[in-house]
T-cell receptor, first 117, second 114 residues
């Protein structure tokens, strides 16, 4: 079974600075997806960024980018120019492609990000 | 942008009562999921549903839980006899196909068992 580990329960960053959230995972599969989700106080799950394992190029979405190291099974999220609206819980998630009809997500325990004005 | 709709947003129920949580997935999506998040904890997979049957369920999804797609649009999660520990946020999600990454969560139903 796959596991996802987020070793930083809490992080804080000054507004306009850059912060990196860590995520590692364990799998024997070669083909999968990785995601970062943001959960604000409303508790809605908002997709931030996704990465296909077969792509070597790191995904980027505006101020959000990932550092995907497949051999090391590492998938960190970098937030540049942090804004107050970035304050939230961030979850890393793994999606297997090995079981047809079931693409469940396995989540990490989350990192609570605080933005300091 | 298409949305996954969940109702109600918040439900309070007495211990031992049955509850039905409702979800309307995105219309062309084929895979449906329920997840649970106990307050302050991570999101946990409950069940996946494809082609009108359960494709996988977790250890959490015991006999008190059931899912169905009664009318081709709604996707429901029934908890037969609620317990205090069932209090959580329940998320419905749907996805279009295996290789497409449109995996969309609803805004959740907060279930409080008293």
């Amino acid at each position: 079974a796959q596991t996802v580990t987020q070793s930083q329960p809490e992080m804080s960053v000054q507004e306009a600075e850059t912060v990196t959230l860590s995520c590692t995972y364990d799998t024997s599969e070669s083909d999968y997806y990785l995601f970062w989700y943001k959960q604000p106080p409303s508790r809605q799950m908002i997709l931030v960024i996704r990465q296909e394992a077969y792509k070597q190029q790191n995904a980027t979405e505006n101020r959000f980018s990932v550092n995907f190291q497949k051999a090391a099974k590492s998938f960190s999220l970098k937030i540049s120019d942090s804004q107050l609206g970035d304050a939230a819980m961030y979850f890393c998630a793994y999606r297997s492609l090995s079981n047809f009809g079931n693409e469940k997500l396995t989540f990490g325990t989350g990192t609570r990000l605080t933005i300091i004005p | 942008e298409p949305e996954v709709t969940q109702t109600p947003s918040h439900q309070v129920t007495q211990m031992g009562q049955e509850v039905i949580l409702r979800c309307v997935p995105i219309s062309n999506h084929l895979y449906f999921y329920w997840y649970r998040q106990i307050l302050g904890q991570k999101v946990e997979f409950l069940v996946s549903f494809y082609n009108n049957e359960i494709s996988e369920k977790s250890e959490i999804f015991d006999d008190q839980f059931s899912v169905e797609r009664p009318d081709g649009s709604n996707f429901t999660l029934k908890i037969r006899s609620t317990k205090l520990e069932d209090s959580a946020m329940y998320f419905c999600a749907s996805s279009e196909a295996r290789r497409l990454t449109n995996y969309t969560f609803g805004s959740g139903t907060r279930l409080t068992v008293v």
